[in-house]
């Protein structure tokens, strides 16, 4: 419980940092700014990892084969999420090792900031589903 608590402070200041290393990075384009951007990226997706790691961990096992099922649905989602985001960032990672301008191209990095948020956004209206059908099913099975 005191991991969720952490998670609630973290990830949104998290979230502040990255769009603010966004901002400067489009409005002072500094490699002292692209930088901090990507730190930013790299700093709130290992969060984001985190938080679905120990909310998947902690779980809300009701019932049996309900419980499973919802709990498969999450892990689904939010491997699917996890996976396409990791591969979208090896990729800029990897063209970046052979063109060392494409990480402060500013369509990279507008595009990685607007796939970060719909991330974000996939990643918790995942875990709001996954707590809204456990909470059905804890309401029907009184």
């Known amino acids: ?12 200041s998290l979230t502040i940092f990255f769009i603010l290393g966004f901002i400067l990075s489009q409005a002072i384009q500094t490699d002292h700014y692209y930088n ?3 730190a930013g990226l790299a700093f709130l997706s290992c969060g984001i990892f985190l938080d679905i790691y120990y909310w998947s961990k902690l779980g809300l096992d009701v019932d049996k084969n309900e419980s499973k099922m919802i709990k498969r649905i999450f892990d689904d989602n939010t491997a699917l999420l996890g996976v396409f985001y990791g591969t979208l960032i090896c990729i800029v990672t990897f063209f970046d090792t052979f063109n060392h301008d494409i990480m402060k191209n500013n ?15 996939f990643t918790y209206l995942s875990i709001g589903n996954a707590r809204k059908d456990t909470v059905k099913l804890l309401k029907g099975s009184k």
């Open 1 to 12: 419980m005191r991991n969720r608590k952490i998670f609630k402070i973290l990830i949104p």
């Open 36 to 38: 901090m951007f990507w």
């Open 107 to 121: 369509y990279v990095i507008i595009g990685m900031f607007m796939m970060t948020l719909e991330f974000e956004l």
